[in-house]
């Protein structure tokens, strides 16, 4: 199979590797999002009684929620770019035994290879889709902080 068309061997790693690069960015941005989530909480549980009680409380739950689902993310990121990698990993593995042509190792390396992939494609969506959840929360967290803010500045300008 390299032998006739050598980019063969390309188009099977490179499907994985661009996979693994694209978790890797995720995995960056996404531990950015956690330090400034975890700031966050650490935020409001020292800021002492500028909220109403009922919104403080409702926004130190959304940023104890965030910041489970951002952990969770990165879990599966890391997850994805493990698999990918492996999956690369697989497919070179995979051209060599097609060389050898031994039909019952690259069955099974070939299917190796698709079982990783998927899984990694999985943990892939999953991060991303925890992390659409996450996005929503950030907006509920500062829309509360804004209505709180407007309520406050509306009463000192009725005290006024």
Known sequence: MAATNPFVVLSYVGGPALL??????????????????????????????????EDRIAEIRLAHRRVDLIARAMQCFYFAAGMFALGTLASIAG?????????QIFDAVVLGAAAVG??????FITGAFNLVIESRLAA???????????????GQKENA
Do not use: H, K, W, Y
Not at 22 to 51: C, E, H, K, P, Y
Not at 140 to 154: C, P, Y
């Open 20 to 53: 693994t690069n694209a978790s890797s960015v995720f995995i960056m941005s996404t531990a950015n999002r956690f330090a400034r989530a975890i700031d966050r909480a650490r935020a409001l549980s020292l800021q002492g009684d500028t909220l109403p009680g």
């Open 95 to 103: 051209a060599v035994v097609s060389e050898i042509q031994n039909a």
């Open 118 to 123: 998927f899984a990694g494609f999985i943990a």
């Open 140 to 154: 509920r967290a500062v829309a509360i902080e804004a209505d709180a803010a407007l309520a406050a500045l509306l």
